[in-house]
């Protein structure tokens, strides 16, 4: 300060100036004035100021106090706006070099390549295999062919190169509903993905919030089929994960869906308590098996009955199997409208994920409630109603 008064001379601030390690206020005979300066917007704080419940050293003061909720909502809308960024265009439909790791299990330790192959996805022809290493596109992690004689070694890595990959178009109008310190919940669109498989990588809700949320890499807490809209949960870091998926396991999450189902249930309240097969079909379809299959229990309740013959249902899944809700509808006989894969009459289809623009599976996640990883207090969120609740004929008359 003493130096800049030197260099200056006569021409200097006549005031106070801050010594800047401090933001400490000095007068012109260099004495503290008890004035101070924030840090965030930089403004003069007097005594009074500093004594303010809303000054905040190092972070906020009077000036610049914002609410915490007024806070968190602008930080939510900023965030909203990021991932709307990084949606548009979807990632996945540009093309790109995707590389898919297959990876040696322990029971097929020793095998040469195309018989580990073979053996671990059986579902694809031999054929289609010998033309991927023809043209140099079965590697290993240095980018080099992996020869066919040499054994491989469990946990080594065979990477299929797929160039100019692009992925079938999702909807991708992702709502945020809530943010803090170990939570990420949204409101998920469909048809879209939960995570990479199949023809998907990254036009998945797993990739497009990595992407928005970066460096953090939010992990679901549980899944959603990608034909089935509504509320998601993600944490933050593998210690949130780690408390909260156990709440799922332990039954102490509480999870109701809207449903609009074929058919006029007899009753206004029926339970579903089939047996869940564990083994897939050749479709990727699950079923019943009653003597062999997982227990299973889904309560379900009528909301209302349409003209059209379809009903509007609340269900409550009670366990957590795979596909249980749909099942358990299809097996009673009320398969879920656009249903792709549990169709009416006890027939199964072929389509797993349905076509961007394709009539919707009616069925949608509407609330979940959990305790919180963080403090163990429940916590509740809500999705929007879907636009299928009502038979389009039935949108203009009161429920």
């Known amino acids: 300060i003493l130096k800049y008064f030197e260099d200056c001379g006569s021409a200097h601030y006549d005031g106070e100036c801050f010594v800047f390690d401090q933001r400490t206020g000095v007068d012109p005979s260099l004495h503290e004035s008890g004035t101070a300066q924030c840090y965030h917007c930089q403004a003069p704080l007097t005594p009074e100021e500093q004594q303010d419940p809303r000054y905040q050293p190092g972070h906020r003061c009077p000036h610049c106090y914002i609410p915490p909720d007024e806070e968190r909502a602008a930080a939510l809308v900023a965030r909203q706006r990021r991932l709307e960024q990084v949606a ?8 790109y070099d ?9 029971a097929l330790h020793g095998a040469t390549l195309f018989p580990f192959l073979t053996q671990l996805l ?3 022809e031999d054929a289609r295999w010998e033309q991927l290493y023809t043209d140099g596109l079965l590697v290993n992690d240095a980018g080099a062919p992996v020869p066919l004689d040499q054994p491989l070694a469990a946990g080594q890595r065979v990477l299929h190169r797929e160039p100019a990959t692009r992925e079938p178009d999702v909807a991708h109008q992702i709502k945020l509903l809530h943010e803090d310190e170990a939570l990420i919940v949204v ?66 999450v509480e999870k109701h869906y809207l449903a609009r189902v074929h058919g006029h249930p007899p009753t206004d309240a029926f339970d579903g308590s089939a047996r869940i097969r564990t083994e897939l079909s050749t479709a990727a379809i699950r079923g019943v098996d009653e003597t062999h299959g997982q227990e299973a229990l889904t309560r379900f309740r009528v909301l209302e009955r349409f003209a059209d013959g379809t009903s509007l249902l609340s269900a409550q899944p009670i366990t957590g199997r795979t596909n249980q809700i749909r099942i358990h509808l299809w097996h009673l006989g009320f398969p879920i409208v656009g249903d792709p894969s549990y169709l009416p009459d006890g027939k199964t ?21 959990f305790p919180h990883p963080s403090s163990g207090i429940p916590v509740s969120f809500s999705a929007a109603d879907p636009t299928w609740i009502r038979p389009e004929e039935e949108k203009d008359s009161p429920p």
């Open 88 to 95: 548009t265009p979807l990632p996945g439909s540009i093309p």
């Open 98 to 106: 995707n590389v898919r790791p297959i990876t040696v299990p322990a």
């Open 122 to 124: 059986p579902h694809v």
């Open 187 to 252: 409101e998920k669109p469909a048809p879209l993905p939960m995570h990479p498989g199949g023809r998907y990588n990254r036009n998945t809700l797993q990739y497009l919030l990595q992407q928005a949320f970066h460096p953090c890499k939010p992990r679901p807490a549980h899944r959603l089929d990608a034909n089935t809209s509504g509320v998601v949960v993600f944490t933050k870091t593998r210690h949130f994960a780690g408390r909260l998926q156990p709440a799922f396991a332990r039954g102490e």
């Open 349 to 369: 289809g072929e389509t797993q994920t349905l076509p961007l623009g394709a009539p919707p599976m009616c069925l949608h996640a509407s609330t979940l409630t």
